[in-house]
């Protein structure tokens, strides 16, 4: 069973929009948690990584917040752009090196 | 170079060959891992490898899946007697600290 969900699997916004990102784990222990963007036919970047001290961290017009007691992070994209369609991974991380991943958002802008 | 370097970028094999997966990770990243994305799944975590040894390997998914890394820096992954299972994008990343950097991946078609 996967120990990162994603919800939801896809979503479309119009151009402007903001649109919120969720993602719930069952890992533990807890290290960190990542935010990444994945570009078709590309290798995933980090957009955002917080600690289980830390509760929300901006990159722009991206910010995570990190719910540790819950176990629930989200991902707010304020005023979409169309450069923003791509799909959206939360990544958990257990130790320094092992990391589970969500299966990921797809996130559609359209003019 | 700047990133982390996947060679080839796609490749397609027939069913029963090998194939061997480059990746060349930012210079003076002591930790490199391999990743598998299937369509529509979330990475897959395969091997990593800490300088030249490899801790966890526990992610092959078979004894057809091995793993080198040479000298701290380029690292191949070997699939030998390819499946159509073993289709996906293999990803690579490299770090330092809680620096994870991803190359672009090789799609890996299996016919």
């Known amino acids: 069973k996967n120990q990162v969900e994603q919800s939801p699997q896809s979503l479309i916004i119009l151009e402007g929009k903001n649109c919120t990102l969720q993602c719930n784990y069952t890992v533990s222990p807890f290290s960190n948690l990542r935010w990444y963007k994945q570009d078709t036919g590309r290798g995933p970047v980090s957009l955002t990584i917080?600690?289980?001290?830390?509760n929300t961290k901006s990159n722009g017009r991206y910010t995570a917040t990190l719910d540790a007691d819950t176990k629930q992070s989200s991902l707010h994209i304020t005023a979409s752009q169309l450069s923003d369609s791509a799909s959206y991974i939360c990544?958990?991380?257990?130790?320094?090196?092992?990391?589970?991943f969500g299966a990921g958002t797809t996130v559609t802008v359209r003019a | 170079g700047a990133g982390v370097s996947q060679s080839p970028s796609n490749k397609v094999t027939e069913k029963g060959k090998d194939v061997e997966l480059r990746c060349d990770p930012i210079?003076?990243?002591?930790?490199l891992y391999w990743y598998r994305q299937s369509l529509g799944q979330g990475l897959e975590f395969l091997i990593y490898?800490?300088?030249?040894?490899?801790?966890?390997k526990s992610g092959l998914p078979s004894d057809r899946f091995s793993a080198e890394r040479t000298g701290g820096s380029v690292s191949t992954l070997t699939i030998q007697r390819t499946q159509q299972e073993d289709s996906a994008v293999y990803l690579c990343?490299?770090?330092?600290?809680?620096?994870?950097?991803f190359g672009s991946g090789t799609r890996l078609t299996v016919v």
């Open positions: 990544v958990v991380s257990e130790y320094d090196y092992k990391l589970s």
């Open positions: 490898f800490q300088g030249n040894s490899a801790p966890d």
């Open positions: 917080m600690t289980f001290s830390e």
């Open positions: 210079s003076g990243h002591t930790a």
């Open positions: 990343a490299s770090s330092r600290d809680y620096g994870y950097t």
